[in-house]
């Protein structure tokens, strides 16, 4: 199975969680990739639509595998395997961490600028990313939300590896992926589309 785009997937998603139509969900997208695919399932499912602000901490010379990451409140994971197997040393490990927080930062005035975040508690919350390698950046997106006490908390995407499946699925109520090739070369294989998205996108998509 390979999707168009960003917004075939979601659609495609979409109806794997009409189930959650009678809840009145709340879908939030993990910038920036993971926000044209939460618009689409949202059309398919309604509710509403925010972002959650978190940031890969990407290996240096391979940006897209995660050694970790990182969101609001201070929250961090950390992928050992991945530290072990690069020998990452703190150092690097805390360079990119700091970088990664003030773009974190920067994302969060222009996506949301003076806007408050729509409140989770109690609410059935879908995050939605366009894909999983390590999960290390959702497992965040898991933790930040549990935070606010929402009644049920789950994960969509699109693809993922079986790593980040087994990952996440500790971390969320209920996991829900499409395609999980097995061997996973990159997220960006599963499309025939996948730009890089710019933050004008974004905001057009959450206005």
């Known amino acids: 199975m390979i999707y168009t785009d960003r ?73 050992q395997d991945v530290l072990d197997h690069t020998g990452i040393t703190p ?3 805390a360079e990119i961490e700091d970088f990664e927080r003030v773009e974190l930062e920067r994302r969060r005035m222009v996506l949301r600028g003076d806007a408050e975040p729509i409140a989770m508690g109690g609410r059935t919350v879908v995050i939605v990313d366009d894909g999983m390698a390590t999960g290390a950046t959702v497992v965040v997106a898991c933790r930040i939300v549990r935070q606010e006490q929402p009644e049920r908390i789950v994960v969509a995407v699109p693809v993922s590896s079986a790593e980040a499946l087994h990952r ?17 070369g990159g997220v960006g294989t599963a499309y025939r589309d996948f730009h890089q ?4 996108e974004v905001t057009a998509l959450l206005s």
């Open 7 to 79: 917004a075939s997937a979601g659609r495609a998603l979409g109806a794997e969680l009409a189930h959650l139509r009678a809840s009145d969900p709340l879908v939030l997208g993990l910038p920036r990739g993971g926000v044209p695919v939460a618009a689409a399932v949202r059309d398919v499912i309604g509710g509403d639509l925010d972002i959650l602000l978190v940031r890969k901490l990407g290996v240096p010379w391979q940006p897209e595998l995660a050694m970790g990451a990182i969101g609001a409140g201070g929250v961090r994971v950390l992928n």
């Open 91 to 93: 150092r690097q490990l």
């Open 168 to 184: 996440v699925d500790a971390e969320a109520d209920e996991v829900i992926c499409p395609l999980v090739p097995r061997a996973l």
């Open 197 to 200: 998205l710019e933050d004008e």
